[in-house]
């Protein structure tokens, strides 16, 4: 008998309303789909929980949260593995965080890429199938650098947060731009506080010429050129080569909201580089999102990368609450304003800008994937997000077969 093990991948899903009674046509096929398959994960891009958490002052973008029953409806859906490393995963802070684990669990459902500490966030979720077991591991490059989950030492606990994939970003100047940068900086004293804390050992001397919180070298032309953390890197290696020895397939998912010059199409390097390392180290798959539009699909040595899935679920004008900062940015407060809605509208100005006039964020894909000794081959499922009403909600165009 072939030893097989089935899984579906699905991109963000920004859930922030309860899922219908009874499907459509279009999302009970969806759902039948997952429900089918070894293991339906996703990107919950989103905390659960019942305002047990404070709002963060620098929120993912807006304050995404959704009632625990929404996760019930989830996994009803036919989901039961999630990634919960993303640019929203501290919109309530610690304690937004803490209570989104803690209905996760209580529901019994796998998660990865947060934790109480880093040694939890960059920990493997297993998902325990009837062929063999799966490890998802989850990271992401999107975030504020409170989110990041800390160490614990023999002193004091870690820090709850995300596991974080930091990375440099070295901007390439020709000498006129970059002489003229530097006479900039010296004019302005943008770099005083830093230069300052040099000389006084709280920062490290750097080799790159630092304007602002970027880093310029003199070279021939005017580029960019990123790289990912090395001790990031590692961290995900090490918890690769672990799950090496009791795991048939490993995934890892990467959140990432970064591209390459100004088209959200394109993957940066060092998201691309980091995908690779991972494979190379034993990873089977690499799973990417969070632009909120789809990119493409590549073999690489023995794996596979989804270089971006796109959405599944997007609620994100459909938040029943918002923290009073999110009010203030579009220059109202809870008090004057009629609620959610009204700072929805500001923002996107009426529908004009933003995800909800990109059509590109309402195409997308879920993939479902056969995986065996001998391989893996696959599905691309492409569906369309229902816009009306804010629906959010996924519905299937056709299925395309890969390699």
Request: charge should be neutral.
């Given at each position: 008998m072939k030893k097989e093990i089935k899984i579906a991948l699905c991109g963000d899903v920004l859930i922030s309303r309860r899922l219908p009674n009874k499907y459509p046509d279009s999302l009970q096929q969806i759902s039948e789909i997952l429900k089918n398959q070894d293991c339906s994960f996703g990107n919950l891009e989103t905390t659960v929980h019942n305002r047990e958490g404070y709002p963060e002052l620098f929120p993912g973008?807006?304050?995404?949260?959704?009632?625990?029953?929404?996760?019930?409806?989830?996994?009803q859906f036919g989901f039961n593995v999630f990634n919960t490393a993303n640019n929203h995963s501290m919109d309530y802070s610690h304690g937004g965080l803490l209570a989104t684990l803690k209905n996760l669990d209580e529901?019994?459902?796998?998660?990865?890429?947060?934790?109480?500490?880093?040694?939890?966030?960059?920990?493997?979720?297993?998902v325990e199938c009837q062929?063999?077991?799966?490890?998802?591991?989850?990271?992401?490059?999107?975030?504020?650098?409170?989110?990041?989950?800390?160490?614990?030492?023999?002193?004091?606990?870690?820090?709850?947060g995300v596991n974080p994939l930091r990375h440099t970003a070295i901007y390439e100047l020709d000498e006129k731009n970059f002489d003229d940068l530097v006479r900039i900086a010296s004019?302005?004293?943008?770099?005083?506080?830093?230069?300052?804390?040099?000389?006084?050992?709280?920062?490290?001397?750097?080799?790159n010429f630092k304007f602002g919180s970027f880093y310029f070298k003199k070279g021939f032309k005017n580029t960019v050129s990123t790289t990912p953390n090395s001790i990031d890197l590692q961290r995900t290696i090490d918890t690769i080569v672990d799950c090496k020895y009791s795991s048939d397939v490993i995934v890892v998912s990467i959140h990432s909201h970064q591209f390459k010059g100004t088209n959200k199409h394109n993957e940066p390097d060092f998201i691309?580089?980091?995908?690779?390392?991972?494979?190379?180290?034993?990873?089977d798959i690499v799973v990417c999102?969070?632009?909120?539009?789809?990119?493409?699909?590549?073999?690489?040595?023995?794996?596979?990368?989804?270089?971006?899935?796109g959405n599944f679920i997007l609620q994100h004008e459909t938040m029943s609450?918002?923290?009073?900062?999110?009010?203030?940015?579009?220059?109202?407060?809870?008090?004057?304003?009629t609620g959610v809605g009204n700072v929805i509208d500001k923002r996107c100005?009426?529908?004009?800008?933003?995800?909800?006039?990109d059509p590109d964020a309402w195409k997308s894909y879920f993939i479902t994937l056969s995986w065996t000794p001998n391989g893996i081959s696959y599905n691309k499922h492409d569906i369309v997000i229902c816009k009306e009403k804010n629906n959010g909600l996924p519905s299937m165009v056709d299925c395309n077969r890969g390699f």
């Open positions: 973008g807006s304050y995404a949260m959704c009632d625990p029953f929404c996760l019930k409806d989830l996994k529901l019994g459902i796998p998660h990865c890429g947060t934790g109480k500490n880093l040694a939890e966030a960059c920990a493997a979720a297993f062929n063999g077991r799966v490890a998802f591991i989850g990271i992401t490059s999107s975030f504020h650098d409170s989110y990041a989950a800390g160490p614990q030492n023999q002193d004091l606990q870690g820090r709850p004019a302005s004293g943008i770099n005083s506080y830093h230069d300052q804390a040099r000389k006084e050992g709280y920062l490290p001397q750097e080799e691309n580089m980091f995908a690779k390392k991972c494979i190379d180290a034993g990873a999102h969070g632009p909120h539009v789809t990119r493409g699909i590549s073999e690489y040595g023995k794996g596979i990368i989804f270089h971006g899935l609450v918002v923290g009073e900062e999110q009010y203030r940015k579009v220059g109202l407060t809870r008090e004057t304003s100005k009426g529908g004009t800008i933003g995800l909800s006039a």
